[in-house]
């Protein structure tokens, strides 16, 4: 561990209304891959074990090779106000849930066609829309993991929501892109192991700012003004 890490440890607990003061943080990481210990896992097992040396807690969940409904938009879910989507068969609510514990949000996923798997796609837009308040002002990172090409396109893809949902986005010293086709290959692209790291170094950084006096500072926002181009 580096000294500039030990240093900043003891600042990076966070205290966050309606916790416990000086409650750890935590940073969920979604795995986006069908493969349970494929090179996503990997990309995000590099950012995690850096969120730990930072003192930060880190849970990183799968979303699984069981089917994942897309949002039908039918309102119900803001209509009853559950905080949760409609359909409760499949395994969007119990990521849902976990958000509410959590500071920070990192998604991952293999490029499929240029684009995120589409199972991921249907997770997030779904607990976007349902239970979108546990996401706001929370910082959030997408990781992309491709054998070759198709990786910029899947990356704009996944952080457009988060900028939707008023959350910070994190950077790094490059996209968070990780190269690798076969298990474990991706272990040997160094830049972009490095690359992950530092994007998890900036997470910490950021938590450590916005918890810094116990409770987070977050901005005041005007009430929503939606317009539509057609009337």
Known sequence: MNDSIKKDQSKSDCSAKGNDAGRKCKVLLINGSPRKNGNTFLALSEAAKRLEKHGIETEIVQIGVKPVRGCIACGQCKAKQLGRCVFDDDICNRISEKLNGV??????SPVYYGQPN????SLI??????????????PAAAVCVCRRGGSTA???TMNMP???MNMPVVTSQYWNIVYGRDEGQAALDTEGMQTMRTMADNMAWLLRKIHADGSPDYPEREPWNPMNFIR
């Open 103 to 108: 500071d920070g949000l990192i998604v991952g």
């Open 118 to 121: 589409g199972s991921v796609l």
């Open 125 to 138: 837009q779904r607990m976007f829309f349902s239970a979108g308040e546990k996401v706001v002002n929370k």
């Open 154 to 156: 899947a990356f704009q």
């Open 162 to 164: 988060f900028q939707m």
